[in-house]
């Protein structure tokens, strides 16, 4: 019984430590997504509006 209640105590501390590493995870892939859409060109996002103004121009 004793084996098993170590085993046991060793597999929540398992899960506790990839609990804990949840966080990590999650601001990781949330700095990864921010730098991705900072890399984002600006001269797409410029071309995009251009575009834009003219088919409003375009429509009147």
Avoid: C, R, W, Y
Avoid at 27 to 55: H, M, P, R, Y
Wanted: aromatic share 2%; glycine share 2%.
């Amino acid at each position: 019984m004793h084996v098993q209640n170590m085993e046991q105590t060793l597999s929540d501390n398992e899960k506790v430590k990839t609990i804990n590493q949840i966080p990590d995870s999650i601001k990781n892939k949330t700095k990864e997504i921010q730098d991705e859409f900072n890399n984002t060109s600006n001269s797409a996002l410029i071309l995009t509006g251009k575009q834009a103004v003219k088919n409003l121009k375009d429509n009147k």
